[in-house]
């Protein structure tokens, strides 16, 4: 199953703001504005973030921000907080052969 | 509140079955656009959409485990069920179910269940 690909790690200091990325194909994240974020503490279940590329669930802070462009979706941090470190995953609908959805690698974000 | 637990075994041996179950509260799978995904992830790994059954009995799954994959749901008991035949220890995973109203992100999780495919 392809899935689609973040770095592996992203950093900034407390205060600074941070953007990762989430590239897929003109079959998910392209054709579709279906992405979403999930934050995942170590030993925890995920927690969505963002959906639907750009809006937020009651309840998550709005120093969480996303936004597409083509096939890439991105997720920023703004106002870096040490309760941000943690992994994040970007998700999206899919029409390809792998399945309805598709995970990102995932991306580990350190709070310096 | 919705709240959603998953459970079963926590070791199950090679070329074995895996039956795991998604009990849950809060929400009703008979519920006009209601539904409930599978997904793992492995230790140290990323997620890994399995499957999902919607309110109107859809089904959907991942295609690379198709093959091995059955997903039911009890609406009388709030319960989702997955089987997974013929397990290997590549299968070693974390295991959630996730309601998703919409069906385009997963808004509620269980806290997952770890299995291990082992002799």
């Known amino acids: 199953q392809s899935a689609l690909t973040q770095p592996a790690s992203v950093s900034g200091s407390p205060g600074q703001s941070i953007t990762i990325s989430c590239t897929g194909t003109s079959s998910d994240v392209g054709g579709y504005n279906y992405v979403s974020w999930y934050q995942q503490h170590p030993g925890k279940a995920p927690k969505v973030m963002i959906y639907d590329v750009s809006n937020r669930p009651s309840g998550v802070s709005n120093r969480f921000s996303g936004s597409k462009s083509g096939n890439t979706a991105s997720l920023t941090i703004s106002g870096l907080q040490a309760e941000d470190e943690a992994d994040y995953y970007c998700?999206?609908?899919?029409?390809?052969?792998?399945?309805?959805?598709?995970f990102g690698t995932g991306t580990k974000v350190t709070v310096l | 509140q919705v709240s959603l637990k998953e459970s079963g075994p926590a070791l199950v041996k090679p070329t074995q079955t895996l039956t795991l179950t998604c009990s849950f509260s809060g929400f009703s799978l008979n519920t006009n656009g209601m539904r409930v995904s599978w997904i793992r992830q492995p230790p140290g790994k990323a997620l890994e959409w399995l499957a999902r059954i919607d309110w109107d009995e859809d089904k959907f799954y991942s295609t690379s485990l198709k093959t091995r994959l059955t997903i039911s749901k009890d609406t009388s008991k709030n319960q989702v069920v997955l089987t997974m035949t013929n397990m290997d220890p590549v299968d070693t995973a974390t295991y959630y179910c996730a309601r998703a109203i919409s069906g385009t992100y997963f808004d509620d999780w269980g806290q997952g269940t770890l299995v291990t495919i082992s002799s």
């Open positions: 998700s999206s609908y899919s029409s390809s052969t792998t399945g309805r959805y598709v």
